[in-house]
């Protein structure tokens, strides 16, 4: 049976680590640089934070044939890894929920997994699949890998930075005060997740977003635990990228930078 290696020692790191030991699969998780002993695993699920992913994976240096799978918050990094790295690479999001208690973690929340392949042989296919089916359950694989991960981002793009900003639980959105705000950011991004090949509509993200809000009601986000906590957040790779997309293509998107410069200014 293969050793399931996790880079990452965060909530969802140790929630994967959990399920796995749970079911007597090897596992071999790793926190902070530096990473002896880089080839103990047969692939690498990759769980840190979005900006700490390339200097993990850097300092990690893991065999270029293992299979790489990023499960970070938004986008961005896997453009440049796809570059940098000849192992092939998988790109993948998942809606459980984790929770750090010192050394414990809680699930918050149970829910399913999309992944799809960003670049290298596909070889790998069966092994990711398995590791990321037994421990994030129901996984799917998706032939077209940014659809999952570009309706995440929507998501992520205006309950994170709104929670943050304001320091309220998820389900403070419900309320008639943030409507016209989520409306207007809705109105912003779809244009651009729609040129980067999400077919949506804005009632579709926004019904999505509204459920998120509301399933996960009591959640602390994971960029206002960022903020609360001290850490920065992954605002570059939720907002950061949505404008970096909108300005690729031309397209205005000056509420999301606003949200973008507001989440980095209060957690410098």
Request: one cysteine or more.
């Amino acid at each position: 049976m293969a050793t399931v290696g996790i880079l990452g020692d965060g909530a969802i790191g140790r929630l994967i680590a959990k399920r796995l030991a749970d079911q007597d699969i090897d596992v071999c998780l790793k926190g902070r640089p530096p990473h002896p002993k880089a080839q103990d695993a047969d692939l690498w699920l990759v769980c840190t934070k979005s900006h700490q992913a390339e200097l993990a994976l850097a300092a990690l240096a893991p065999r270029p044939e293992l299979p790489l799978v990023l499960l970070c918050n938004g986008l961005g990094p896997h453009e440049r890894l796809a570059q940098r790295l000849s192992n092939p690479l998988f790109l993948g999001t998942t809606t459980y929920g984790a929770k750090r208690q010192g050394e414990q973690v809680l699930m918050t929340g149970r829910g399913h997994c999309g992944y799809g392949q960003v670049s290298g042989s596909l070889q790998a296919l069966p092994q990711v699949h398995w590791a990321l089916h037994r421990a994030l359950p129901p996984a799917r694989y998706f032939p077209q890998v940014m659809e999952p991960l570009l309706q995440k981002l929507a998501i992520n793009a205006v309950i994170n930075p709104l929670t943050a900003r304001d320091q309220v639980p998820n389900g403070a959105l419900l309320a008639s005060q943030y409507r016209q705000e989520i409306i207007a950011l809705i109105a912003e991004m779809t244009p651009v997740l729609q040129h980067e090949g999400l077919a949506c509509t804005a009632q579709e993200l926004l019904d999505n977003i509204l459920a998120v809000a509301q399933a996960t009601a009591a959640n602390t986000s994971s960029m206002l635990a960022d903020r609360q906590a001290g850490r920065k957040t992954e605002v570059d790779a939720i907002n950061g990228y949505l404008c970096e997309k909108a300005q690729h293509h031309q397209l205005p998107a000056p509420l999301h930078r606003l949200l973008w410069q507001q989440i980095r200014e209060l957690t410098t």
